[in-house]
């Protein structure tokens, strides 16, 4: 089986390229930029072999996994081009559902991974540049559909280990769809009050105790809610504070966490 855009995708002009194997999506999309190329463009393989996470960190993609990029110009500034990855979340819990994941099954977790049950199975990392016309945004993200890794800080888990029998291709023929619908409703920006509505309902640990980590600093309390920026709300000992950006651990991966 080969990779094809869905219906709702090529309806809505995208177009896409896919790779055997590619070092990573992310980079490749990012040095067609200064080439011209200004978005609506997906490029997917099943076997990346440099995946990037955020703050450089690894992310392994074994044969058989899905990783994609799509390109899109935006006339959202940075921090409204921050609040695309909850766009992100949401195309791959849609997706993921379409191709056998139960209701409920899949929970977002800030602030931009997809958990089944307490376990990592997606990621994304959103890289964006400065072009002529405004600003490109590489909206990059990584499924584990065959394998996952064993020894990450955070659990990770497969649809292949939850049961789930599917392919890359299928997965992504949905996954543009869903985007291609998500994307519009974000309207560059203009309708995050939505995507923040929809992305909480679907949220991992609200309401519970949890551990944010960035760098050295440790921010221990309640994930409240997620703001207009798309910020994390978490309240503590009577206050309250926001943060822009760390890595959030619940329950029993608190400690494991802080290991
Ligand atoms: C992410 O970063 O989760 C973003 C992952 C984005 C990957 C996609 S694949 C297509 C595109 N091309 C790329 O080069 N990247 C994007 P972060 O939140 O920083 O999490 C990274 C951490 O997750 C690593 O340090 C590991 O601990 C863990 N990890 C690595 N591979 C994993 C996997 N396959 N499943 C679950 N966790 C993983």
Redesign the pocket.
Same mark, same amino acid.
């Given at each position: 089986m080969s990779f094809a855009l869905g219906p709702r995708a090529r309806s809505a002009q995208y177009r896409l390229v896919s790779f055997d194997t590619l070092n990573? /999506? +992310? $980079?490749e999309a990012l040095t067609r930029l200064p080439t011209g190329e200004c978005g609506q463009l997906w490029l997917a393989t099943v076997h990346?072999t440099a995946?990037?996470? @955020? @703050?450089q @960190? /690894?992310?392994?993609?074994p044969s058989g +996994?899905l $990783?994609?990029?799509v390109i899109e110009t935006l006339t959202a500034d940075h921090t409204k081009a921050a609040t695309l990855g909850f766009v992100a979340g949401l195309a791959l819990e849609a997706a993921l559902r379409q191709v056998g994941g139960d209701a409920g099954l899949f929970r977002l977790k800030w602030p931009n &991974?997809v958990l089944a049950g307490n376990a990592?199975l997606a990621?994304?990392?959103i890289e964006a540049k400065t072009i002529p016309d405004g600003l490109a945004a590489v909206v *990059?993200? *990584?499924v584990?559909v065959v394998a $996952?890794?064993e020894d /990450?800080?955070?659990p990770?888990t497969s649809l292949k280990t939850l049961g789930i029998v599917t392919d890359a291709e299928t997965l992504f023929s949905a996954l543009a769809d869903a985007w291609a619908e998500w994307f519009a409703v974000w309207d560059h920006g203009l309708g995050f009050e939505t995507i923040r509505t929809h992305w909480l309902a679907r949220a991992a640990g609200l309401g519970a105790p949890i551990e944010v980590r960035l760098g050295e600093r440790v921010i221990g309390g309640v994930f409240e809610t997620i703001d207009e920026a798309g910020r994390l709300v978490v309240s503590y000992g009577g206050g309250v504070t926001t943060v822009t950006a760390g &890595?959030v651990y619940f329950g029993a991966a608190m400690s494991a966490g802080a290991a």
């Open positions: 990573s /999506t +992310n $980079a990346q995946g990037h996470g @955020r @703050r @960190r /690894t992310w392994i993609s +996994n $990783a994609c990029s &991974d990592k990621g994304v990392l *990059g993200m *990584g584990n $996952a890794p /990450t800080p955070y990770a &890595d």
